[in-house]
């Protein structure tokens, strides 16, 4: 018998066929003989010859069984292999609704499995989120309570510092109203940024003429002021000063518009940020305007003296013989101003820069490169390694990684690259809480050079997914060369790699592989 014998067979014994009909008693009989294979003792069975009267079957010249595809990739998780599932957010859609739904989706599913399995979230969006809005919440409580002790000590008037206090919710909840109609995203950057110092400035200068007006009427007169006389004395205070509160609104907004022309990732990230700032003082403005003197006029019903605090007053006799010292010595002073501003430029100009910011999302990314060609099962070795590496670090929750590309091949990569994900523990849970993030990637990264035949790439997971969506590369900072001639590109490659190694401050420089990968051609 040869291989096409049994080709043959089992072709011709899996099938349906259909073969007409027949009348019979008056009826149309359609006929059909269904013989298609349905399982594995139905191959088996297939006979493939006859030799001297005995049937040979195919269970008497092969083995039959399951198979498989060939494998693209595979999933480990603290050092065993796993499964690991992805939930894909559509573009547009809010990360903290999408993760509580998978949540919740999850918890159901899990109900519906069988015993002995379970689906466990290893990486949720939604905690970051959360510890975006916590740290949020912070910054933007803390700011106000100094703004209103600020307020407090300077102005020496209790009901004036809380009138001009009360800006800052009123404004926050105006800038809430115009954020929601114009869809503009509230996030770290946007809400982040508002200064609540810029917030009460246009409120303070008319608080503080208006409170001067009205001394000086109450002086004028010696007597109380009535509420229409109020009135008028708040609304010629707020005219004399309106020019100034204008200006240092409009000078800070301008110096935001810029920001509205910027594309790509940064219009994404400073966008929001530029227009939050630019509507909160323009409620701002609008409030020190209206709502300000009108409520001061109200409020202010007692005796007015105009007089500065007790801040204000040591910072005055602090300040007034400097002030005289620099009239007196003009040429030195001014001298010394030019220059205490050279340094400080020259200074600014080494300092370097970075125009993102870099968000500490927690948790770390650590992608392990092989040399091209290394096969699956032997990357799946090797991983296990590294996760086995880490897995006494005490900070380190959970271990899992992703090798080669999925079934579903939204993220394509070969089978010698792994995406890890050091997933670590709430950091009052650390042994030391104080321990830097820093000092903690540093003994990882000892941790994985114990681990030979690996390259390591380590970023953070949301963090190595945008720069990879942005250009390609993995890396914050990607150099590419393009040419047709891969044994000249790999040698340049190798030349730059040694320049940026040379720079101070350059680590985990590596030269993208583009060749070694083994091939067998049959011809």
Request: contains cysteine; charged residues 20%.
């Amino acid at each position: 018998l040869t291989f096409e014998d049994v080709v043959e067979a089992l072709q011709k014994n899996n099938a349906n066929v259909g073969a007409g009909y027949i009348e019979k008693n008056g009826e149309q009989w359609l006929i059909r003989s269904p013989g298609q294979v349905a399982d594995i003792p139905g191959l088996e069975n297939v006979i493939v010859a006859h030799r001297d009267g005995v049937p040979i079957t195919v269970r008497d010249v092969a083995d039959v069984g399951l198979g498989k595809q060939l494998r693209t990739g595979a999933a480990t998780r603290d050092g065993e292999e796993t499964v690991l599932g992805t939930a894909v957010m559509l573009i547009g859609e809010n990360s903290r609704t999408v993760s509580s739904a998978v949540s919740a989706k999850l918890a159901e599913i899990n109900k519906t499995l069988p015993q002995g399995i379970t689906a466990d979230p290893v990486y949720d969006r939604t905690v970051l989120v959360h510890k975006t809005i916590a740290t949020v919440q912070k910054n933007l409580l803390e700011g106000a309570i100094l703004v209103v002790a600020v307020l407090l000590l300077m102005l020496g008037n209790v009901r004036a510092a809380l009138l001009t206090a009360m800006v800052i919710p009123l404004s926050m909840l105006m800038l809430m109203t115009s954020m929601v109609q114009t869809r503009v995203s509230a996030n770290l950057m946007s809400l982040g940024a508002l200064d609540f110092g810029l917030i009460v400035d246009g409120a303070v200068i008319i608080v503080e003429n208006c409170l001067l007006r009205l001394a000086n009427r109450q002086h004028h007169l010696g007597r109380l002021l009535t509420l229409e006389e109020r009135f008028h004395a708040v609304f010629a205070a707020t005219r004399e000063v309106f020019t100034p509160s204008l200006v240092s609104v409009l000078v800070v907004v301008l110096v935001n518009l810029p920001l509205l022309a910027l594309t790509g990732v940064e219009g994404k990230m400073f966008r929001p940020m530029a227009l939050a700032v630019i509507m909160a003082l323009l409620a701002a403005l609008a409030l020190s305007l209206t709502f300000v003197p009108a409520a001061l006029a109200l409020i202010m019903t007692g005796r007015i003296e105009e007089k500065d605090s007790f801040v204000v007053r040591q910072a005055k006799r602090a300040y007034a013989p400097v002030l005289e010292m620099a009239l007196r010595f003009r040429a030195p002073s001014l001298i010394g101003a030019v220059l205490f501003v050279a340094v400080c430029g020259w200074l600014a100009s080494r300092l370097g820069s970075e125009f993102i910011p870099n968000l500490d999302e927690g948790d770390i990314e650590v992608q392990a490169l092989l040399i091209p060609g290394t096969s699956l099962t032997q990357s799946l070795e090797m991983q296990f390694q590294v996760e086995r590496a880490l897995a006494d670090v005490p900070e380190v929750k959970t271990y899992f990684a992703r090798v080669g590309t999925a079934e579903v091949a939204t993220d394509p990569m070969p089978p010698n690259i792994s995406d890890g994900y050091v997933m670590l523990k709430d950091r009052k849970d650390w042994p030391d809480p104080d321990k830097s993030k820093a000092a903690l990637v540093e003994e990882i990264e000892k941790r994985l050079e114990a681990v030979p035949g690996n390259a390591y790439e380590i970023s953070q997971p949301i963090q190595l997914r945008f720069n990879e969506l942005i250009s390609g590369v993995r890396s914050d900072l990607g150099v590419k060369v393009y040419g047709d001639d891969l044994d000249q590109l790999l040698r340049s490659g190798d030349e730059i790699a040694r320049v940026l190694n040379s720079i101070p401050g350059a680590e985990g420089v590596k030269v993208e592989q583009v060749a070694g990968l083994p091939v067998l051609s049959v011809d």
